[in-house]
């Protein structure tokens, strides 16, 4: 029985209209690095610090801390900038799908590549908290666990985050845990961490790529995820 959903927040649960993506390349691009989609894809769901660091390593530039630490703070400000000329959404049918998991007794975490600086604000914009932190929900907060990349000591592909949720949720076996996301990197991660890995169809890879990669179950979103522990 699933007592933990963990799903991953931009492309999985939110709808940020792939500004994480742009703004991912512009930022290593500004440091003298050069990107393509494809790479910019392999880190996708990564710690963002990470990923820049590789991005411009393999972009021909000079990944030093200073210059890696100046083009996370320019990823961040073009971000911010960009969710407030277009403000990100949550996916479709993912609200009540947490309502419906949480009115069962599953527990509901997100997990992120975001550092908590950004997720917070992401979250507040939503109206999305933790419960018991009050909310606009009437079911007194939506999610019961929130774990950011730069909370653990590496991010995706590594299991930590989903066994920090564990760890916040009072979750102890890994096969009480379905973790869901739209890229390789969360699929990688839920393998990774023993748990219940699935991917979803709502961020920018298609079937066959999500199919490629190690996984137990494919869906159209995070919305189908009530169904199929049914």
């Not at 730069?150 to 066994?163: K, L, N, Y």
Request: charged share 25%.
């Amino acid at each position: 029985m699933i007592k933990l959903v963990a799903c991953d927040m931009a492309g999985t649960t939110i709808d940020e209209h792939g500004d994480v993506y742009v703004a991912l390349a512009r930022c290593v691009e500004e440091a003298g690095a050069s990107t393509t989609p494809e790479a910019i894809q392999e880190w996708m769901g990564a710690d963002k610090v990470e990923a820049i660091a590789a991005l411009i390593t393999k972009g021909g530039g000079i990944a030093t801390p200073e210059i890696v630490q100046a083009a996370f703070l320019r990823f961040k400000e073009l971000l911010a900038d960009f969710y407030e000329q277009n403000p990100p959404v949550a996916l479709d049918g993912v609200e009540d799908a947490f309502r419906e998991l949480r009115s069962r007794g599953v527990k509901i975490a997100l997990t992120t590549g975001f550092s908590r600086d950004v997720a917070d604000p992401l979250l507040a914009r939503l109206g999305w908290s933790l419960a018991g932190e009050g909310t606009t929900h009437d079911d007194g907060g939506l999610l019961d666990a929130v774990v950011c990349s730069d909370e653990v000591a590496a991010g995706r592909p590594a299991p930590h985050m989903i066994h920090r949720a564990m760890e916040s949720t009072g979750v102890m076996d890994v096969r009480e845990v379905l973790a869901a996301g739209d890229t390789t990197n969360d699929l990688k991660a839920a393998r990774n961490a023993g748990v219940t890995a699935v991917g979803v169809l709502t961020g920018k890879l298609g079937l066959e790529e999500l199919a490629g990669q190690p996984h137990d179950h494919i869906l159209a979103g995070v919305k189908d995820i009530p169904a199929l522990l049914e």
